[in-house]
């Protein structure tokens, strides 16, 4: 299939039933890869958005698959429904902080959430509704979360490597770097919490009742955290992969 010169991002959509496909977005299109052997690849071409930096797959999308373009300074949502090879979108984004970027943007009942970084204040957390384009600060947890005034004056680095997982009726805010993560629960059943993953016990994202914690406070920013922890906590084939060539 070649080489792919410029901003272009690799996404993966799941029907209904389990099936994958993967779809390569560029600035002036998004081509499918039909799941099934022997189907050509599908062209769809994406309206001008204007000089596209960066473009950022959605993972854990049910029946589309989703990119989030930044054109011209602004943030929009274009996708592609498989099962009738018809583009969506775009969708502005209304709400995304100026000059942020989007870090793993992740879907989950309805929603998409996401890290919004940016270079003179700590990450938004972002939830943003699809249809409508409309972002806003989650509930509860604004900003991503420091542990004491020590750490945030260490700036902790976000990037490539932060990661929004969905799995089950919950989302898993992680940032390597930073002593503290989120877990939202979409279904409701309790408002967003953060953990220390120092001091974690266990997650389990899919569980009726939620996260099992340890409450214990944490001071001083091991070099180490638990990392391992929050990612068996998840499902790795839920990830999507992300691909970026200049």
């Known amino acids: 299939r070649g080489p792919v010169a410029g901003v272009a991002s690799l996404g993966v959509g799941a029907s209904p039933s389990g099936t994958q496909t993967v779809a390569l977005a560029t600035p002036g299109e998004i081509r499918v890869f039909p799941a099934a052997k022997g189907s050509a690849p599908v062209s769809l071409a994406v309206p001008d958005l204007g000089a596209t930096t960066q473009i950022v797959p959605v993972s854990g999308a049910i029946g589309q698959v989703l990119f989030a373009y930044q054109a011209s300074g602004r943030w929009s949502l274009v996708g592609v429904d498989p099962a009738t090879a018809k583009l969506t979108g775009p969708v502005s984004l209304q709400g995304v902080p100026g000059g942020a970027v989007l870090l793993a943007p992740a879907f989950n009942r309805g929603s998409i959430y996401t890290v919004a970084e940016t270079a003179s204040t700590q990450p938004r957390l972002l939830r943003i509704d699809p249809r409508s384009g409309l972002a806003a600060p989650l509930s509860g947890v604004p900003d991503y979360p420091v542990v004491s005034a020590a750490e945030a004056a260490q700036a902790p680095i976000f990037g490539p490597q932060t990661q929004v997982i969905s799995v089950g009726p919950r989302v898993i805010i992680n940032n390597p770097d930073s002593i503290l993560g989120v877990v939202v629960f979409t279904d409701g059943s309790q408002p967003p919490r953060t953990f220390d993953k120092g001091t974690l016990a ?9 996260v099992a914690l340890n409450a214990a406070p944490k001071t001083k920013k091991q070099s ?10 998840v499902d790795a084939q839920s990830r999507c992969l992300n691909t970026s060539e200049t």
């Open 202 to 210: 266990s997650v389990d994202p899919a569980a009726p009742g939620g």
């Open 224 to 233: 180490q955290p638990k990392q391992q922890q929050v990612q068996a906590a």
